[in-house]
Every structure is written in C-alpha cells, then in structure tokens.
C-alpha cells in the first residue's frame, strides 16, 4: 500500500503563486510515475501534470504549459507543483496520484485509470 498526502493549498489572488506538496509513504519502493489532477465543482477530473520516476520526462495539460513545473525528490518520497501567474479558473481539489505500473522509468502514465493510488487531495482558490 502507498499513503499520499496533499499540502500547500490555499486561498491566493489571481496571478499568485502556490506550491502544492504530495508526500508518499508506505511501499514508496513501487512507485513509478506520479501526477497532478484536478477536480473542479461540477467538473470531471482533469489531469494537470505528470512526472516520470526518474524525473527527467514531463508532460503538461495545454492550460498549465508554462505556468505549472512539476518536480519529484525521490529521497524524500516528495512530488511538488509549483503553480505561477494563478486564474479563477485554476480553482479546484489538486490530488496527487501514483502509479505502480512497470512501464519503466520515462513513462508518463495520462490516463486516470492508469493510477493506483491517489491522495485526499488540497483545495486551492484563486480570487479575481
């Protein structure tokens, strides 16, 4: 079993910043990649970023391209989000999620399904 747990949500203005921490714990030997989503009223889960085990390959949903920098510190069982120039339309739960395939180290799993085990998630809020 892997436990993930969100931090670093808040209430922020438009164009703030906030830095979003997912740490692991439990079976962090079988994590692979990890992801960013989000799940906004009314709305269905959207992926917001991926990072592959190594940290080397990422992959970015449209909107947050050059925003958003996904990062991973595998000796402390740690992925971060760091979330520039925010919008209204950022507003949401951010759930962090791991995935315990074994597609090897670059894989960038993009698919909700693809992910085992997932967080309880941290509200963010950006006012206008």
């Known amino acids: 079993q892997v436990q993930l747990v969100e931090s670093g949500g808040g209430l922020v203005q438009a164009g703030g910043s906030l830095r979003l921490s997912c740490a692991a714990s439990?079976?962090?030997?079988?994590?692979?990649?990890m992801g960013w989503f989000r799940q906004a009223p009314g709305k269905e889960r959207e992926i917001v970023a991926v990072?592959?085990?190594?940290?080397?390959?990422?992959y970015y949903a449209d909107s947050m391209k050059g925003r958003f920098t996904i990062s991973r510190d595998n000796a402390k069982n740690t992925v971060y989000l760091q979330m520039n120039s925010l919008k209204p339309e950022d507003t949401g739960v951010y759930l962090c999620?791991?995935?315990?395939?074994?597609?090897?180290?670059?894989?960038?799993?993009?698919?909700?399904?693809?992910?085992?085990?997932w967080g309880q998630g941290t509200q963010v809020t950006v006012s206008s």
């Open positions: 439990g079976r962090t030997f079988s994590i692979y990649a």
């Open positions: 990072i592959s085990q190594n940290g080397i390959n990422t």
């Open positions: 999620a791991a995935d315990v395939s074994s597609y090897g180290a670059w894989y960038l799993p993009r698919r909700i399904s693809e992910y085992t085990y």
